[in-house]
C-alpha cells in the first residue's frame, strides 16, 4: 500500500501542517471520501482526518491553532465538489 503523502512527494521527515500544498490537501480530503463516504458530519470528518494523521511522523508536532487551521481548510475543500466514495451511516 502507498501512503498518500508519499504518492505527493513527501516523507514521514518531510511533513508540516504549514507547508500541505492544495493539492496535498485535496489529496486528504478525497482519501477520506473514499474511506469514509462524503456525507459526514463536521465532529465525524475530523476523527477520520485525526485517524488519517495519527501514524505520521511531524504531525503530533503541529499546534492547536495550526490544526484546527487545516481542519477548516479540509473541511471546506470537503465540501466543494462531489466524489463518489462509501456512506456513512449515523
Given at each position: ?19 500541505l ?34 501514524d ?32 456513512s451511516?449515523?
Amino acid at each position: 500500500m502507498v501512503d498518500w503523502y508519499e504518492c505527493k512527494g513527501m516523507s514521514y521527515e518531510e511533513f508540516n501542517v504549514q507547508e500541505l500544498s492544495s493539492d496535498q490537501k485535496q489529496g486528504i480530503v478525497n482519501l477520506i471520501k473514499h474511506e469514509f463516504g462524503s456525507v459526514l458530519s463536521e465532529d465525524k470528518f475530523e476523527d477520520c482526518v485525526l485517524l488519517v494523521f495519527e501514524d505520521i511522523s511531524g504531525f503530533e508536532c503541529a499546534s492547536d491553532s495550526d490544526f484546527n487551521c487545516l481542519i477548516n481548510q479540509l473541511w471546506s475543500k470537503y465540501h466543494e465538489a462531489p466524489h463518489k466514495g462509501k456512506i456513512s451511516s449515523k
